[in-house]
């Protein structure tokens, strides 16, 4: 399923509110919703000209809505519900949020994940090896992977308020529109 308007897209982020990425997740304080919009505001505050970048923390989890338990596969299911909304550097940014998990897990063995994203880590490939580790570092996009791996990390606790979900309509309507704020980085092709 692709998300082929903002409003289609916006009706399925709201619907991540109560939902949680598979049934075992049930205890966990946050859900998709309020995880994608924890994320997307880290991002903005640390990087607060790259709006594709703040975008893909939105939606960088949407494969779990998609097809819960899909652990391996959430993110390239993702990518491919908004690439023809949001574009191509958004969608891969997406894409390149596990891989950029298991990079850190072969690079920084003393990077913290939570108890459930070091039990799927198993499921997506475990740690990288080190030709894949060489590969990954070679994409165009690792260093903006690592920021969104690092604010998807960060943002799976209960913490101070991330606004609320329209909130991110403009920006999705500016990325979706292909308008950018100077200062932003360049669209991936």
Request: glycine share 8%.
């Amino acid at each position: 399923m692709a998300a082929n308007s903002v409003d289609e897209l916006m009706d399925l982020l709201h619907a991540c509110r109560g939902v949680r990425d598979t049934r075992e997740r049930g205890g966990d304080p946050v859900d998709l919703h309020d995880h994608a919009l924890r994320t997307a505001a880290l991002l903005r505050r640390r990087h607060p000209a790259d709006k594709e970048l703040q975008i893909a923390g939105l939606v960088h989890d949407l494969g779990h809505l998609l097809l819960p338990g899909d652990d391996a596969g959430h993110a390239d299911r993702a990518a491919d519900a908004v690439r023809p909304l949001l574009g191509v550097r958004v969608a891969r940014l997406v894409q390149l949020h596990v891989p950029a998990k298991r990079y850190l897990a072969a690079v920084e063995p003393w990077h913290t994940l939570s108890e459930r994203s070091a039990r799927t880590l198993r499921l997506q490939g475990g740690a990288m090896n080190r030709a894949e580790v060489e590969a990954f570092v070679l994409d165009p996009l690792a260093e903006d992977a690592l920021l969104l791996r690092r604010a998807d990390d960060e943002s799976g606790t209960v913490g101070p308020d991330a606004g609320i979900m329209e909130d991110w309509r403009p920006v999705l309507e500016s990325v979706a529109a292909g308008r950018h704020h100077a200062g932003a980085r360049p669209r991936y092709r």
